[in-house]
């Protein structure tokens, strides 16, 4: 999702460092933005060069007034970019996450700007999803909280605040639907072209939750639910068995080809 962060501020015309420490990730998230700007280009949007102008890859952090943070959803990982980021970054600076579920207080609390800290969630995929959900930490200033209701709206994007709880609003509700939708079929009650064929049609929904699951991989989708489940102390937040056995497998949707559904 980083690239398509990085894609819709680069948009605005902001100026944006790309960086990840995974080798060749940054060439992948340049080769994904020109594509769906190309995309975006037939439909009367900006030249698709224009808008890579202002993006520059970089081998580490670098400083800026806003770092948006998109890596893998592990509390200790993010923690420790925030911890370094911190360091990097100009005191004047927000650090953002765009966790899925990782409590912002959490992330707040390993930095000495904790005010100036704050969830930005944005929605896969990034250009197309209006969504932003909003995340204030306990410590996070309303001079913050503005700033980035305000950045989300000029990016064209709709702002929704949320209270910092485990997984927020949107994967409160969403996971414990992909769980079960997991669970349905592993009792047998129906195939994944069924399961989600029934979302799609009953329910109005442009993905069925197996696919959507699949688009937002499965580990992903399990480590959200680890983090719903130890926060909330709710065993309905439980990973699906099935779900679990799927990680073990490899098979974590699209990214590795396999999930519920067949990519190759």
């Given at each position: 999702?980083?690239?398509?962060?990085?894609?819709?501020?680069?948009?605005?015309?902001?100026?944006?460092?790309l960086y990840d420490e995974v080798p060749?990730?940054?060439?992948?998230?340049?080769?994904?933005?020109?594509?769906?700007?190309?995309?975006?280009?037939?439909?009367?949007?900006?030249?698709?060069?224009?808008?890579?102008?202002?993006?520059?890859?970089?081998?580490?952090?670098?400083?800026?007034?806003?770092?948006?943070?998109?890596?893998?959803?592990?509390?200790?990982?993010?923690?420790?970019?925030?911890?370094?980021?911190?360091?990097?970054?100009?005191?004047?600076?927000?650090?953002?996450?765009?966790?899925?579920?990782?409590?912002?207080?959490?992330?707040?609390?390993?930095?000495?700007?904790?005010?100036?800290?704050?969830?930005?969630?944005?929605?896969?995929?990034?250009?197309?999803?209006?969504?932003?959900?909003?995340?204030?930490?306990?410590?996070?200033?309303?001079?913050?909280?503005?700033?980035?209701?305000e950045l989300a709206k000029d990016l064209?994007?709709?702002?929704?605040?949320?209270?910092?709880?485990?997984?927020?609003?949107?994967?409160?509700?969403?996971?414990?639907?992909?769980?079960?939708?997991?669970?349905?079929?592993?009792?047998?009650?129906?195939?994944?072209?069924?399961?989600?064929?029934?979302?799609?049609?009953?329910f109005a929904h442009p993905l069925g939750?197996?696919?959507?699951?699949?688009?937002?991989?499965?580990?992903?989708?399990?480590?959200?639910?680890?983090?719903?489940?130890?926060?909330?102390?709710?065993?309905?937040?439980?990973?699906?068995?099935?779900?679990?056995?799927?990680?073990?497998?490899?098979?974590?949707?699209?990214?590795?080809?396999?999930?519920?559904?067949?990519?190759?």
């Open positions: 999702m980083g690239g398509g962060i990085a894609q819709v501020i680069a948009a605005s015309g902001r100026r944006v460092s060749g990730a940054t060439d992948r998230a340049l080769g994904a933005m020109e594509r769906s700007l190309g995309k975006l280009a037939e439909k009367g949007g900006a030249d698709p060069s224009d808008v890579l102008a202002h993006v520059t890859p970089v081998d580490g952090l670098a400083p800026a007034d806003l770092m948006i943070e998109a890596v893998v959803e592990d509390a200790k990982v993010k923690q420790e970019l925030f911890r370094n980021a911190d360091e990097v970054l100009p005191p004047e600076a927000i650090l953002a996450s765009n966790t899925s579920s990782i409590p912002i207080t959490s992330l707040a609390a390993v930095t000495g700007r904790p005010e100036q800290v704050i969830g930005m969630h944005f929605f896969n995929p990034v250009p197309v999803l209006q969504l932003v959900e909003v995340i204030r930490a306990v410590q996070t200033s309303d001079e913050t909280a503005q700033a980035i209701v064209g994007k709709v702002p929704a605040e949320a209270r910092d709880f485990p997984g927020f609003v949107s994967n409160r509700i969403l996971m414990p639907f992909i769980n079960e939708a997991a669970y349905a079929l592993m009792e047998g009650v129906a195939e994944p072209e069924a399961i989600d064929t029934i979302a799609r049609l009953g939750p197996l696919a959507l699951a699949d688009l937002i991989g499965l580990d992903t989708c399990v480590s959200i639910m680890g983090v719903l489940h130890e926060g909330l102390g709710d065993p309905k937040y439980a990973p699906c068995p099935l779900l679990r056995e799927y990680v073990a497998a490899g098979r974590l949707g699209r990214k590795s080809g396999r999930g519920f559904f067949d990519y190759s």
